[in-house]
C-alpha cells in the first residue's frame, strides 16, 4: 500500500482518481475546499483552501508516494474582457497553489526515493484556441513548471502533467448542458466523443505508479487526438 494525497479530490477527475486508488488498496489523502466527500474506502479527507498564504497540509505521513494537484478553472471568454487581475486570479489558483502544495510536501515525497507528482494543463496550450487565453496562460505556466521541477527533482521525484481537451466534469458542465453543445464539441475530436473523468484520471494513475518508473517532464496529451489528427 502507498501514500498519495490528491488535492481536490473530491470532484470529477479528482474524485475518480482518488476512487481508483482507493479501490486498489492504497491509502488517499484528499482535499476538499467546496465540494464535500461522497466516496469512501482507504481514504482520509480534509478540507484545504489552496488559496491560502500556507494552505494547512499538516495531515500527511512521513513518506509521500504521488501528489496529483486537480483545482482549476476553465473560464472562456474574449481577451479585451479578462482584467489583468482576472489573469492574477487564475495563476494565483492554478499555479501558485499547485506550487505551494508541492513545496510542503517535497520532504515527504523524497522518503519515498520514488515520489511522483501529477499537473494538470490543457489541450489549449499547444492547439491555440479562441477565448482561451486566460486558461492557456496560467496552464502554459504549469507546462513549464513540470519540465523545470522534472530536471531539479530527478531521480527520486518524477514529475509530469497531463494535458486533456474537454472533459465531462462539474467544472465543464457549462461547456456540455445541451445535447447541441455535447454534440458540436464531440464532433471536433478524431475520436468523436468528449472525454471523461476515467479517461483522465486513469492515465494520472499511471503516471503515479511504477508503471512509468521511466517518464519524466513530459506533457501528456489526453485529448481524443485533438491536438494532432486531422479527421
Not at 484556441?129 to 531521480?155: D, Q, Y
Request: one cysteine or more; glycine letters at 8%; proline letters at 5%.
Amino acid at each position: 500500500m502507498k501514500n498519495y494525497l490528491v488535492i481536490g479530490g473530491t470532484s470529477g477527475i479528482g474524485k475518480k482518481l482518488v476512487q481508483n486508488l482507493s479501490e486498489i488498496g492504497h491509502k488517499v489523502y484528499a482535499s476538499y475546499n467546496e465540494t464535500k466527500p461522497t466516496v469512501t474506502g482507504h481514504i482520509s479527507y480534509h478540507k484545504l483552501n489552496v488559496l491560502d498564504d500556507i494552505p494547512e497540509i499538516n495531515f500527511l505521513p512521513d513518506t509521500l508516494h504521488g501528489v496529483v494537484y486537480c483545482p482549476g478553472s476553465i473560464v472562456l471568454k474574449p481577451f479585451k474582457r479578462i482584467s489583468p487581475r482576472d489573469f492574477v486570479s487564475d495563476y494565483e489558483l492554478q499555479v501558485i497553489g499547485a506550487v505551494k502544495v508541492i513545496q510542503q510536501t517535497l520532504a515527504a515525497l523524497k522518503k519515498s526515493e520514488s515520489g511522483s507528482i501529477v499537473l494538470f494543463s490543457t489541450v489549449a496550450v499547444q492547439a491555440g484556441l479562441n477565448f482561451h487565453s486566460l486558461i492557456s496562460a496560467s496552464k502554459g505556466a504549469i507546462e513549464g513548471l513540470t519540465r523545470a521541477l522534472a530536471a531539479e527533482l530527478a531521480p527520486s521525484i518524477r514529475v509530469n502533467c497531463i494535458a486533456p481537451s474537454l472533459t465531462d466534469t462539474p467544472l465543464a458542465s457549462n461547456l456540455l448542458n445541451t445535447e447541441a453543445k455535447r454534440s458540436a464539441n464531440a464532433k471536433k475530436h478524431p475520436l468523436n466523443r468528449i472525454g471523461t473523468p476515467h479517461d483522465i484520471a486513469s492515465a494520472a494513475e499511471f503516471l503515479l505508479t511504477e508503471k512509468s518508473d521511466w517518464i519524466t517532464g513530459q506533457i501528456l496529451h489526453v485529448d481524443g487526438g485533438i491536438s494532432t489528427v486531422k479527421s
